[in-house]
């Protein structure tokens, strides 16, 4: 084990930064003491700063990276935008300054793709995080059989977008690239979900058989015929198995089935009780608050955004009294910072409101706390920190 003997004597002016650098920390913290990530400063120069909010106020749901380097009088733009419009309008923004400028932007896809410019999750569970690296943070994770929109790569990672909008980096072994026509063809072709916890494609169908892969509840895969108690099935890269039939439905018909109502909403979640948090989570492997929230709605027919702070925009708003009397079961409950006359408001949380003030959240694990000072299970610090309820479901 390393030590280091030197001796340390701290001033004031030392004390003062270590009591700083302690509250930041502490503050950084949501009210279950999980770390929050700090913000990330703003890399887009100041100048294109309107052109970024009209066309990706969220970096994690649209791309809008540009810079500006000097070279004598000119001004150079580089970066990298999905839409063309953006490009325009980065461009003219500059242009109206009267600057001379070189334009170096490039609009994705990249071209190097060639026609494979989607993708269909491969694994159970598509790990999508938010630097391509496997240290990096996850951001969110893509189920089997789940289209993505593939943005641009490297050798062994892609930036891709999953049907929610959110943009991550998947390793090149999850998911298999293909043209917008193969992706469509995926979709449109019987399909089976996996309504399961957890089950196991197996090599033939009997228990004993060695495993194809894992599958988890929301995955998708094609049918292609069965015996008995065991679908036939066939994997996005190919690969084949069997599935016991008691672990999937037909997907259409499980679609058709879904009735998104507060009682069967709370029927999901309560399935998820105990099941541990996962930073970047919205799996039954793990779920973050908003995973846990969008895997509950998405079992019943309802797709969520992937983090809370784009779940807030969802919805309608419903108010907040110190009763809480215009609640219902199901409603959104997202909690935060308010916004202060220098920084705007933050959402770092979100739950499901069960009624008589009680919800059900992902925070250290899947848990029922409540609002109500007097209830053996009262979260005081989320309490304080509620912002905002949001109403999804239509019955109410």
Known sequence: MRT??????????SRIVFVVCWLVGLLHRDASGQRLP????????????????RFAPDPHMAIFRISIETNGDTLILAGKVDKAEAKSAALEAIRRTGAKMVDHILVLPDERLGEKTWGIATLSVASGREEPDHKAELG??????????VWEGTRHWFYVQSPDGYLSWLESGSFVPCTKEQADAWSKSPLLIVTAFEERVLEKPHADSESISDVVMGDLVKPTGGQKDWFSI?????????LPK??????????????PTADNIEKTARLFLGRPYLWGGNSPKGLDCSGFCKLTFLMNGLELNRNASEQVRQGTEVPLDAEFSKLKKGDLLFFGWGRTYDSPEWITHVAIYLGNKSFIQSSEMVRISSLDPSAPNYDEHHSRALLHARRILKDH
């Not at 280091?4 to 002016?13: E, K, L, M, R, V």
């Not at 400063?41 to 100048?47: D, K």
């Not at 994770?141 to 929109?149: P, Y």
């Open 4 to 13: 280091d003997s030197t001796s340390h004597s701290f001033g004031p002016a």
């Open 246 to 259: 008691k672990a999937a439905q037909d997907y259409k018909a499980w679609g058709q089935s879904r009735h």
């Open 140 to 149: 969110t994770q893509i189920l089997l059989g789940r289209i993505v929109r």
């Open 38 to 53: 700090l913000p990330k400063p703003n890399q887009t120069p100041f100048i294109l700063r309107e052109v970024e909010q």
């Open 234 to 242: 066939e994997m996005p890269d190919g690969r084949t198995g069997y």
